[in-house]
């Protein structure tokens, strides 16, 4: 039987590991349904297209909401990480699950903490997930075995009280943490009527070419769900609109998502065909890393871990700031 583990639980357990003794604060769950807008000429500087226009970071990680920073190009290439969240609880079971918020299972947390120490020493300033707590337990957990030590900090945009309350009035608390944007659009593939379904039964009932055709084909939608297609156009857009520039800008950003939409914006980045994409498989946990540089993305495979040499040598930046890391820790 499958072991349903709390992020709470984990993080609780993570921290009374931890020799600090400053406190970690847990934000409560709420969903993030509302589209949010990136600010291109600013580095994390979010607008949420509501009534309240006060971008979400100056009230998290500032006292006044006056108070701004010029941004400065860090450099002309950024690190992309892609990482499908571990094994979920209805994965275990089979199931379909689209978009149901189901959490991950024991399996599942060690997928993403082995994930977290495959890029240990891969910088990451930004995190972008969807709004479903799989991939929020993925990216929260990978990052607590990351060299940098820095705390990732989701951002609550749902309402002015929600911006108000999480204020951080320390400079230095702020220089240590990583603004953590959750986004629908990131959401996995939305898949109707099968949603809960056990995916060997459907198969059984509808056959298993029709089920094929559900799962695999790029334009045929399951009963009442997203095609393949539909799910791309969100989740590539949303990179356009959203995470495109912050990598521009220079910022490393890591994606924790979905089969789905991952492989949508795979799309988008190696240029695949329909055809392609269909046959493109990601494997929980297991991140992939990408080079932008000159408006070109690079993809440069899987980190095998902090100790591995390859992936340091892709660029001269990457073994810089490994060395960086080294030097800090020693």
């Known amino acids: 039987m499958a072991t349903v583990v709390s992020l709470q639980a984990i993080i609780g357990s993570i921290a009374s590991q931890s020799p600090s003794n400053s406190k970690a604060s847990l934000f409560p769950k709420e969903p993030f349904n509302l589209p949010i807008k990136f600010r291109q000429n600013r580095c994390f500087k979010i607008e949420a297209t509501t009534a309240s226009q006060t971008p979400v970071l100056d009230t998290l990680l500032s006292p006044s909401k006056t108070t701004t920073t010029p941004h400065k190009k860090k450099s002309n290439e950024a690190s992309l990480i892609l990482i499908r969240h571990g094994e979920s609880l209805w994965n275990e079971k089979n199931l379909f699950t689209g978009c149901v918020d189901v959490p991950l299972t024991e399996k599942g947390v060690a997928e993403a903490i082995q994930a977290g120490k495959r890029i240990s020493t891969i910088p990451v300033d930004l995190i972008f997930t969807s709004s479903l707590i799989r991939a929020q337990m993925t990216a929260m957990l990978a990052m607590t075995q990351h060299r940098c030590k820095k705390v990732p900090i989701i951002l609550h945009d749902e309402s002015e009280k929600a911006q108000t309350w999480s204020h951080v009035f320390s400079e230095e608390t702020r220089k240590q943490s990583i603004p953590v944007v959750a986004a629908w659009q990131l959401n996995e593939r939305m898949?109707?009527?099968?949603?809960?379904?056990?995916?060997?039964?459907?198969?059984?009932?509808?056959?298993?070419?029709?089920?094929?055709?559900?799962?695999?084909?790029?334009?045929?939608?399951?009963?009442?769900?997203?095609?393949?297609?539909?799910?791309?156009?969100?989740?590539?857009?949303?990179f356009?609109?959203?995470?495109?520039?912050?990598?521009?800008?220079?910022?490393?950003?890591?994606?924790?998502?979905?089969?789905?939409?991952?492989?949508?914006?795979?799309?988008?980045?190696?240029?695949?065909?329909?055809?392609?994409?269909?046959?493109?498989?990601?494997?929980?946990?297991?991140?992939?890393?990408?080079?932008?540089?000159?408006?070109?993305?690079?993809?440069?495979?899987?980190?095998?871990?902090?100790?591995?040499?390859?992936?340091?040598?892709?660029?001269?930046?990457?073994?810089?700031?490994?060395?960086?890391?080294?030097?800090?820790?020693?």
């Open 240 to 330: 356009e609109d959203n995470i495109q520039p912050e990598l521009a800008l220079g910022n490393n950003v890591l994606i924790a998502a979905h089969g789905n939409s991952l492989r949508s914006i795979i799309m988008y980045l190696d240029k695949l065909t329909s055809q392609e994409v269909t046959s493109l498989e990601l494997s929980t946990g297991l991140p992939l890393l990408y080079i932008f540089k000159d408006r070109k993305f690079m993809r440069r495979g899987s980190p095998v871990g902090p100790t591995e040499a390859g992936v340091y040598a892709y660029t001269k930046r990457l073994a810089q700031y490994r060395q960086k890391l080294d030097e800090s820790l020693n």
């Open 191 to 238: 898949y109707g009527e099968l949603q809960g379904l056990n995916k060997e039964e459907t198969a059984e009932r509808y056959g298993t070419q029709q089920v094929h055709e559900w799962r695999r084909s790029y334009h045929i939608p399951p009963p009442k769900g997203e095609s393949l297609e539909m799910c791309a156009e969100r989740a590539v857009a949303y």
